[in-house]
């Protein structure tokens, strides 16, 4: 049998390559073009083939802000996602006025734009007027943002909290709310406890949106820019530089294009490949096979 | 395993019932065995299910008690009954093998661990998953994972019920024969007090020992499939169950026999006598004359009693005849053995012992 060969069906999928390609493509392609230049200025370039890379690769002040990086990252989901489980376990059922004010509420930090959030939360921590700061000063502790760098990285991180563990929350929650009554009712007949509950049905099947909740919340705070420029400024010192604060520093403030193109680059493989890594790990630890 | 008893139970979903309506389970008090099997049949919406929640401790009935060996158990949980449940759609573990599956509700209970072992294996033999033990239960076709439910119900030895609701809806039918024998094979091995919700007549009749007729929230009949057939006491039973259902006419009364446009049809002796001294019902009142298709006796006019038909048509369904007759300007089944002629001047006669008379629609006896 011959297969029918119709070449028409290329046509269809042109708008969308065409709107990729303007949106994607070719801003990524002149990235990777100024990546391997020297840039002095308008038509003024050379090429340099992988000196930025080597040039980033080595750099002291990277390092440190990677290493933040990373471990920010880490707390940000060591606490949100445990935290958005329980917010979710603990919130109201069915469709009552307590279930839909709960959702606004919850979903009330994640309308604010960031900038805002960045602002509230400088105010909020602020020694002599702020709600936080002025309680910590009053209860005796020497809490101060702007020159402590422990209390700087707390805030930034109880501030991301703040704003995205509705997120986990509201996705967790809706996992929770597609598990039919009957899973709970049969687990009540065979004995189990509330914690194999949890562990055997509701996690089982929150495991779908809890995957996009992780790459979601890494992704995003591997990314994190405008809260801690508005709040810090990534300071003080560098204490909350965080690697699209530095790249921001580079390209924008030293005006160091082909630097910066090389340092997007491999920032962008770094996020790819966490993401790659947290996929598969709790992709395969879920359906995968014990034998 | 436990005799369950009603006692004047109800249940309505209103905060404060006023009429019969307002219950979606009708008072109803009674007794099941011990060791049998009863299915609880009727269309969607009938009260069934309210009546297995009631049973299995996930519902708290509004009125009445439910004893369990004499127990009071109305407000205990489902665990506390020792009550198993098979549901609808088939609920599994999804990160546990079929075996930690089929162990959960034993492990749960701390049961000494080669004990679970024994049980567990028994169980896969005898529902024909020992093949499956070491698989991923997530993975499995649908009517497995239903296996796996009924196994963790059966695995546990002191039961004091297993109920099934509607467990082979989403079976595929050539399985679900299959799983019903198993069924069937298990509750003659072990004895166990089984009770099983259907909408199907046959899964119920071929089921059960006993079958529980519900309908708009009432218990209308519990009996043995024989008696559901032979002696309907409601006309839904009459209509449920058998197919086609029973020949109902609404008739008016002259002595023992029940007058249907004019024509007498004579009843078993006596059979009016229960009812109160009339003969023609009273506004809001029905009297109906019912005969299964398997009882009307197909005759020639002329003969002793019997009532001139028109035959409409005849459906050749293999094994029997179905004949569709017109009496006057009712429409009657009639069901024939293959062989059997239709005469061009057929008559039928109603044999008394399966004539029955219904008053607003309950058998009158």
Redesign the interface.
């Known amino acids: 049998m011959d297969k029918v060969q119709d070449n028409r069906a290329w046509f269809l999928i042109i708008p969308v390559f065409l709107i990729v390609a303007f949106s994607a493509i070719l801003p990524l392609m002149t990235v990777v073009n100024y990546s391997v230049q020297e840039i002095f200025g308008p038509g003024q370039t050379l090429f340099v083939g992988t000196e930025w890379f080597e040039k980033v690769l080595a750099d002291e002040r990277l390092h440190d802000a990677l290493f933040r990086q990373i471990i920010y990252s880490l707390a940000v989901l060591a606490i949100e996602i445990p935290l958005g489980i329980v917010i979710a376990l603990g919130m109201p059922g069915g469709r009552s006025a307590k279930t839909s004010l709960t959702l606004v509420l919850l979903a009330l930090p994640l309308l604010i734009p960031f900038n805002v959030v960045g602002t509230i939360w400088q105010i909020f921590g602020r020694g002599d007027i702020g709600l936080a700061g002025a309680t910590f000063r009053a209860l005796g502790f020497s809490y101060n943002y702007t020159s402590n760098s422990l209390d700087a990285w707390l805030t930034v991180l109880v501030m991301d909290v703040w704003h995205w563990t509705s997120l986990v929350a509201l996705l967790a929650y809706a996992g929770l709310q597609s598990i039919p009554p009957a899973f709970y009712q049969a687990a009540k007949i065979d004995g189990a406890s509330k914690w194999a509950v949890f562990r055997y049905i509701q996690l089982p099947k929150m495991r779908g949106v809890l995957v996009i909740a992780i790459l979601l919340r890494f992704m995003d705070s591997f990314m994190i820019y405008t809260e801690p420029f508005v709040l810090t400024g990534g300071g003080p010192g560098n204490s909350t530089t965080f690697l699209s604060q530095y790249l921001t520093q580079m390209a924008v403030g030293q005006f160091d294009i082909g630097k910066a193109a090389a340092f997007s680059i491999i920032y962008f493989l770094i996020v790819l490949l966490f993401s790659f890594v947290f996929y598969t790990i709790i992709t395969k630890t879920g359906s995968g096979e014990k034998q | 395993m436990a005799t369950i008893q009603f006692d004047n139970l109800g249940h309505s979903y209103h905060p404060h019932p006023s009429k019969p309506d307002d219950y979606a389970l009708r008072r109803l008090s009674q007794e099941w065995e011990d060791g049998k099997a009863y299915a609880l049949l009727g269309p969607s919406g009938c009260g069934k299910s309210t009546l297995l929640n009631i049973i299995?401790g996930?519902l708290v009935p509004s009125e009445g008690r439910v004893l369990f060996d004499g127990l009071d158990v109305t407000r205990c949980?489902?665990?506390e009954r020792n009550?198993?449940?098979v549901?609808?759609?088939p609920?599994i573990?999804?990160?546990?093998?079929v075996y930690e599956n089929l162990a959960?509700?034993l492990r749960?209970?701390k049961v000494p661990e080669a004990d679970v072992d024994r049980r567990v294996r028994q169980v896969a033999e005898a529902l024909d998953l020992t093949a499956d033990l070491?698989k991923?239960a997530?993975r499995l076709t649908p009517d497995a994972k239903q296996k796996i439910?009924m196994g963790?119900g059966l695995v546990r030895s002191d039961v004091a019920a297993i109920l099934f609701d509607e467990p082979l809806t989403v079976i595929d039918p050539h399985t679900k024969w299959i799983l019903r024998r198993k069924l069937r094979q298990i509750h003659e091995e072990y004895r166990l007090t089984m009770i099983y919700v259907t909408h199907d007549q046959v899964e119920a009749l071929t089921f059960a020992d006993k079958v529980a007729v519900m309908y708009e929230g009432a218990m209308v009949q519990l009996g043995t499939p024989q008696e559901l057939f032979e002696a309907p006491r409601h006309t839904f039973v009459g209509y449920f169950i058998g197919s086609p259902g029973i020949n109902l006419m609404p008739c008016t009364l002259g002595g023992d026999q029940a007058i249907v446009e004019g024509i007498a049809i004579p009843l078993a002796p006596g059979s009016a006598a229960a009812l109160p001294n009339r003969d023609v019902p009273k506004l809001g009142e029905k009297f109906e004359l019912g005969i299964r298709p398997e009882f009307v006796e197909l005759t020639r006019s002329g003969a002793n009693g019997a009532i001139p038909v028109q035959v409409v048509g005849v459906d050749d369904l293999g094994t029997s005849k179905l004949a569709t007759l017109r009496m006057g300007s009712h429409t009657l089944k009639a069901r024939l053995s293959e062989d059997q002629e239709i005469p061009l001047d057929a008559a039928i006669r109603f044999p008394t012992r399966w004539t029955k008379l219904y008053h607003d629609s309950y058998l009158v006896n």
């Open positions: 299995s996930l949980t489902p665990e009550i198993a449940q549901f609808q759609f609920v573990y999804d990160t546990m093998t959960f509700p749960n209970r070491k991923r997530q439910s963790r």
